[in-house]
């Protein structure tokens, strides 16, 4: 199983970012997935999931409104359209290959290793 995180940068607050996950290894379609991230100093905060093909999704307030999750399950690729960012979302995000919050967050859970996002003027 691998989860690969692209995408992440440094961006101005208000502007819009888009990370992907690119997944491998096991069936893609079968498994609800979710985004995390972890702030610098903090632990990792759940911020997203998605279900395997009805492609609900469901958001943390620090995010709702801004982010979008969704998948191709096709390209095996999880995505999270960024909008709107501000500082405090600077933090490594990760992919997860599960929906539960308590799982996603936890060490028992796949994930990748994280692609950076800054937010900064």
């Known amino acids: 199983v691998q989860l690969v995180e692209s995408g992440g940068g440094l961006v101005q607050p208000g502007g819009s970012l888009r990370l992907s996950c690119a997944t491998s290894?096991?069936?893609?379609?079968?498994?609800?997935m979710a985004w995390v991230r972890q702030a610098p100093g903090k632990g990792l905060e759940w911020i997203s999931s998605?279900?395997?093909?009805?492609?609900?999704?469901t958001y943390a307030d620090s995010v709702k409104g801004r982010f979008t999750t969704s998948r191709d399950n096709d390209k095996s690729t999880l995505y999270l359209q960024m909008t709107g960012v501000k500082p405090e979302d600077t933090a490594v995000y990760y992919c997860?290959?599960?929906?539960?919050?308590?799982?996603?967050?936890?060490?028992?859970?796949?994930r990748g290793r994280g692609t950076q996002v800054i937010v900064s003027s």
């Open positions: 997860a290959q599960t929906g539960v919050v308590k799982e996603a967050i936890s060490d028992g859970v796949v």
């Open positions: 998605i279900a395997a093909i009805s492609t609900i999704t």
């Open positions: 290894g096991f069936k893609f379609e079968d498994y609800p």
